[in-house]
């Protein structure tokens, strides 16, 4: 059974830091495709930044020198720094895994994180 739990999120002010981790359990983590996603209330779910199996990365042009992602192959895990968050970042946070070339895909259930001004 395909398990990505997520944790760290929380209620912090702008300016301030979090960091997200997302524990997989099920697949071969270290063939996995990995992202994180946030979806605003009201807004379509979009992609945060993502990390191949070898270690390249991507972000999304709001989060580009703010977020950094990374994996951890040994533990299973895939994490989400996040430094001088703002308001706009406000969202809850999903963890998704891809195999197979994407014939695959699995999601956590999600984290919340709020950012005050």
């Known amino acids: 059974q395909v398990q990505l739990v997520e944790s760290g999120g929380g209620l912090v002010q702008a300016g301030e830091s979090l960091r997200l981790s997302c524990a997989a359990s099920g697949i071969v983590f270290n063939r996995a495709f990995m992202a994180w996603y946030r979806q605003a209330p009201g807004k379509q779910r979009e992609l945060v930044a993502n990390i191949t199996s070898g270690g390249g990365t991507n972000y999304a042009d709001s989060v580009k020198g703010r977020f950094t992602i990374s994996r951890d192959n040994a533990k299973n895990t895939v994490d989400l720094q996040m430094n001088s968050l703002k308001p706009e970042d406000t969202a809850v946070y999903y963890c998704?895994?891809?195999?197979?070339?994407?014939?695959?895909?699995?999601w956590g259930q999600g984290t919340q994180v709020t950012v005050s001004s």
């Open positions: 998704k895994a891809s195999l197979l070339g994407g014939l695959r895909n699995y």
